[in-house]
Nanobody, 120 residues
Framework: QVQLVESGGGLVQAGGSLRLSCAAS????????MGWYRQAPEKQRELVAT???????NYADSVKGRFTISRGNAKNTVYLQMNNLQPEDTAVYYC??????????????WGQGTQVTVSS
């Protein structure tokens, strides 16, 4: 079993910053990639940022230059530094991980989500 636990969400004024954290635990042999997605009310879940095992990053155009994804020293932890937050960033943010559990078993797991609310 694999678990992803997020933390760091909250309420912030426009222009402010927040840092989200996500820690993966459980039966993980290796990590292919981890990332962050978000879902605003009445909207589809969308990619925010991802980071691969090799350290390559990918960002949604709407967050480029404002958000930074990084990995912790433990490699099973990923962070999302969010600067200059805007009301349109308000959403539930979900941690995502593509993991290999064994030679023949791999999959994608999701965290429970953490709410980020940006007031104008």
């Amino acid at each position: 079993q694999v678990q992803l636990v997020e933390s760091g969400g909250g309420l912030v004024q426009a222009g402010g910053s927040l840092r989200l954290s996500c820690a993966a635990s459980g039966s993980i042999f290796s990590i292919n990639a981890m990332g962050w997605y978000r879902q605003a009310p009445e909207k589809q879940r969308e990619l925010v940022a991802t980071i691969t095992r090799g350290g390559s990053t990918n960002y949604a155009d709407s967050v480029k230059g404002r958000f930074t994804i990084s990995r912790g020293n433990a490699k099973n932890t990923v962070y999302l530094q969010m600067n200059n937050l805007q009301p349109e960033d308000t959403a539930v943010y979900y941690c995502n991980g593509d993991f290999v559990q064994s030679l023949f078993k791999a999959g994608t797991w999701w965290g429970q989500g953490t709410q980020v609310t940006v007031s104008s």
